[in-house]
């Protein structure tokens, strides 16, 4: 039968959507959980079974690799640094003289002026192959 026009209509009652989100939160959530206590435990067992099988060793515990370079003491004895040479050089200048003549070359730099440029000075690049 079809409907009349100007009369109510009957309309569905909507249906409460029940426990079905919870229960997928809750298990999401358990899962994530029993996940996360998993790998801890893994890693846990990891180290423990580490520290057990350097504990029951009976040699040193570093190996070392064969190295035919040379000794360490050969390192040591040299006393000369090519890097900070340059702070040696000046022992007897106190540093307000030193700071003084950084600051003036850093402001002033000694640059020969050249107009080929079209009078645009152009710093020198250090570059080290």
Same mark, same amino acid.
């Given at each position: 039968?079809?409907?009349?026009?100007?009369?109510?209509?009957?309309?569905?009652?909507?249906?409460?959507?029940?426990?079905?989100?919870?229960?997928?939160?809750?298990?999401?959530?358990?899962?994530?959980?029993?996940?996360?206590?998993?790998?801890?435990?893994?890693?846990?067992?990891?180290?423990?079974?580490?520290?057990?099988?350097?504990?029951?060793?009976?040699?040193?515990?570093?190996?070392?690799?064969?190295?035919?370079?040379?000794?360490?003491?050969?390192?040591?004895?040299?006393?000369?640094?090519?890097?900070?040479?340059?702070?040696?050089?000046?022992?007897?200048?106190?540093? =307000?003289?030193?700071?003084?003549?950084?600051?003036?070359?850093?402001?002033?730099?000694?640059?020969?002026?050249?107009? =080929?440029?079209?009078?645009?000075?152009?710093?020198?690049?250090?570059?080290?192959?």
């Amino acid at each position: 039968m079809s409907p009349v026009p100007g009369e109510p209509q009957e309309s569905r009652k909507p249906q409460p959507i029940g426990n079905v989100p919870l229960i997928f939160l809750f298990t999401t959530c358990t899962l994530c959980v029993i996940f996360l206590l998993w790998r801890r435990a893994d890693a846990i067992r990891r180290v423990v079974s580490h520290r057990l099988r350097t504990f029951r060793r009976s040699e040193g515990a570093i190996r070392l690799s064969q190295d035919d370079g040379p000794p360490a003491n050969e390192f040591l004895e040299d006393d000369y640094d090519e890097d900070n040479e340059h702070l040696n050089d000046g022992d007897d200048e106190p540093l =307000s003289e030193h700071i003084r003549k950084v600051t003036q070359a850093w402001r002033e730099p000694d640059v020969p002026e050249d107009d =080929s440029n079209g009078g645009i000075r152009v710093l020198p690049t250090h570059t080290s192959h």
